[in-house]
C-alpha cells in the first residue's frame, strides 16, 4: 500500500476527473483501497504482466507503466471505460512570432449536462514556450520540443561558447541552468517543475536507482516524492547526460 501510495502523490493524489482527493478519503475512512485506479489512455500500451508490475517496488518499469495512465476514481473510470471516446486533440501556440503545434492522442470524458469535458493524455506536453539566454546574447524563444529534441545537448557539447546557457519559463521562471564547470566540465541545475528531464540516480552498474526524475517529479526508492525544489547533475562535455 505503501507503494501505491507514492504512484498516487505522483499523479496528482486525485481523481484527473472529479476531483475526489486521495487524502480525504483516507481521513474519512482509513483507507483508499478499491476507490482508485490507473486508467490506461490507450488500452493498446498496457503491459501484458500489468497486475504484477503495479504492485511491485518502485521500478523503472512500473513507471513507465504508470506513465501510460491517469488516476481516476472507481466511478469515473467505470464511466471512462463505458463511453470509450478517443480522439485527437491539437494544439497550435504562437509566441514571440514562432509557432508550434502539436497533436495529442487521448480519452474524452463527457458530461453532457454540463455540456463540457476532460481530455486525458499519456504523451508529454511539449508545446509551451521557453525564453533561452545564451551567454551574453539576447534571449530567443524556443519550444519545448526543440529543447528536448536539439538544443539542450548542443548547447553542452558547445560550451564554453554557450556559457552559461539560462532556460526560463514564459512568465520569466528560471527553469534551468548551464554553465561551464573547469575545463571540460558542466554543471546543470534545474528546477524538479521542470519537464524536460529524465534521469535515474544515482546508478551504479548492476545497482537499483535510489531517485528518478521524470515528468516534473521527482521519486525516491523508499517512497519519496517530491514536486519542488532543484536538481544538479555535473558531468564531461561530450558525456549523454539527458534523456526525453
Known amino acids: 500500500m505503501a507503494n501505491r501510495e507514492q504512484l498516487y502523490r505522483y499523479k496528482g493524489n486525485q481523481c484527473a476527473h472529479c476531483g475526489l482527493g486521495v487524502q480525504e478519503i483516507l481521513d474519512r475512512f482509513g483507507t483508499f483501497a478499491c476507490v ?15 497486475d504484477n508490475v503495479i504492485r511491485r517496488v518502485i521500478s523503472t518499469e512500473q513507471l513507465d507503466e504508470v506513465d501510460k495512465c491517469v488516476l481516476l476514481c472507481r466511478n469515473c473510470h467505470g464511466i471512462a471505460h463505458a463511453q470509450d471516446d478517443m480522439v485527437e486533440l491539437v494544439v497550435q501556440v504562437t509566441a514571440a512570432k514562432r509557432t508550434m503545434e502539436q ?16 481530455f486525458f493524455t499519456d504523451q508529454q506536453v511539449l508545446f509551451l514556450p521557453y525564453r533561452v539566454s545564451v551567454g551574453a546574447r539576447k534571449p530567443r524563444v524556443l519550444f519545448g520540443q526543440e529543447l528536448l529534441d536539439r538544443y539542450l545537448v548542443s548547447y553542452i557539447d558547445n560550451l564554453p561558447e554557450a556559457n552559461p546557457v539560462v532556460v526560463r519559463t514564459w512568465d520569466k521562471q528560471e527553469q534551468v541552468r548551464i554553465e561551464l564547470l573547469g575545463e571540460d566540465g558542466y ?58
Not at 220 to 239: C, K
Open 36 to 50: 482508485f485506479e490507473f486508467n490506461h489512455i490507450d488500452p493498446i500500451k498496457k503491459h501484458p504482466d500489468y
Open 103 to 118: 497533436r495529442f492522442k487521448g480519452q474524452l470524458i463527457l458530461d453532457l449536462s454540463r455540456r463540457a469535458g476532460k
Open 187 to 244: 554543471r546543470i541545475t534545474h528546477d524538479v517543475r521542470c519537464p524536460l528531464f529524465m534521469a535515474e540516480l544515482p546508478v551504479e552498474r548492476g545497482e537499483v536507482p535510489m531517485f528518478w526524475v521524470r515528468r516534473g517529479a521527482v521519486l525516491g526508492r523508499e517512497g519519496q516524492v517530491f514536486l519542488n525544489g532543484t536538481l544538479t547533475y555535473e558531468g564531461r562535455i561530450g558525456a549523454k547526460v539527458l534523456s526525453g
